[in-house]
């Protein structure tokens, strides 16, 4: 275990260790490294289209607002910025995702090909002691396994800090006392959900060792499946399996327990955020106080912002 066997014996691997999220970005970012100018067309382009689609929620309030005043030639001129913006948010969009896409696919073939030529090189000692259904599972799902959080972490990670950030500017923008009422219902949510995320993150590590235990039971019960049916133990075989999955199950409905109270906890909180925002934002547009005051489209832009926020 956290070596790897050889003909002159078991060579010590200390990066078979359980990395840390920060040891994982480091590395994530040294593969991803090989396709740098790929990187920086796509970094570029997803840059652009979260910049176009902070900025689609403000046009559109300046088309309620043109509506409200009936000004009919303001009403054109922002209605063609939309559809500007929106046609340029889209081809950013796409060329963001053609980019991604291509260098998650030659990550995924560099990375095989690699782990193919380490394989292939080791010494005889090491498939002695390695079995190859272990080995295969390494080229297919282990790989996928590994690169598909470096997938996530370049795409929709990146969309959504940017969609956070800029959501949390505009909003201050448009109005501080707004955003200082409404971010004070994101603690309690961050709370919540760190919470739950380290209650789900044990239940799962124990979700998997039953899993494992149990599929320990299953190899070694196939693999002398002559003695088992010479002993008729087929029985306690089969006991001891749906013990170990009985106990998964177990784990896995108090995940689904404390996900559905979470979601529900914060689905309150969300939904009394949003209320509060239309009742003081209501006021506020009805305010005569030019410092207070806000006008219905900015209101409308504000929870559009508000729901970027919630969504990322």
């Not at 500007?84 to 980019?99: D, E, H, N, Q």
């Not at 149990?214 to 019960?221: G, K, P």
């Not at 003695?227 to 689904?256: C, H, M, P, W």
Request: net charge positive; proline share 1%; charged share 20%.
């Amino acid at each position: 275990e956290g070596g790897v066997r050889g003909d002159k014996g078991i060579k010590k691997d200390e990066s078979a260790d359980l990395i840390k999220p920060t040891q994982y970005f480091k590395r994530a970012l040294w593969i991803a490294s090989s396709e740098l100018w790929l990187l920086i067309c796509a970094f570029l382009a997803l840059f652009c289209a979260s910049g176009s689609n902070l900025v689609l929620p403000v046009l559109s309030g300046h088309v309620f607002n043109a509506i409200k005043d009936s000004e009919n030639d303001r009403f054109i001129h922002n209605m063609k910025l939309y559809v500007f913006v929106s046609i340029a948010s889209g081809c950013f969009g796409s060329v963001r995702s053609l980019c991604f896409r291509i260098v998650s696919r030659r990550l995924s073939f560099l990375t095989r090909n690699r782990l193919f030529e380490g394989l292939i090189r080791q010494d005889i000692a090491f498939f002695d002691a390695a079995q190859t259904g272990d080995l295969i599972s390494r080229l297919s799902w282990d790989c996928n396994a590994m690169l598909q959080p470096i997938s996530s972490l370049m795409g929709t990670t990146l969309q959504s800090i940017m969609f956070f950030l800029g959501g949390l500017i505009m909003s201050f923008v448009i109005s501080w006392r707004l955003s200082m009422l409404a971010f004070t219902t994101m603690l309690p949510i961050i709370h919540l959900t760190s919470k739950y995320a380290v209650f789900s993150q044990r239940l799962n590590r124990e979700i998997f060792t039953f899993i494992g235990m149990a599929n320990s039971i299953a190899q070694e019960a196939m693999s002398n499946i002559r003695t088992v049916r010479a002993f008729s133990t087929e029985e306690v075989e089969l006991g001891g399996y749906r013990a170990e999955t009985k106990q998964a199950l177990n784990r896995g409905i108090k995940d689904a327990c404390a996900n559905a109270g979470t979601i529900f906890l914060s689905n309150l909180i969300d939904y009394g955020a949003s209320t509060l925002i239309l009742l003081y934002g209501g006021f506020l547009v009805m305010s005569s106080d030019e410092k207070k005051h806000i006008s219905i489209g900015m209101l409308y832009a504000y929870l559009r912002f508000w729901d970027m926020i919630q969504n990322s």
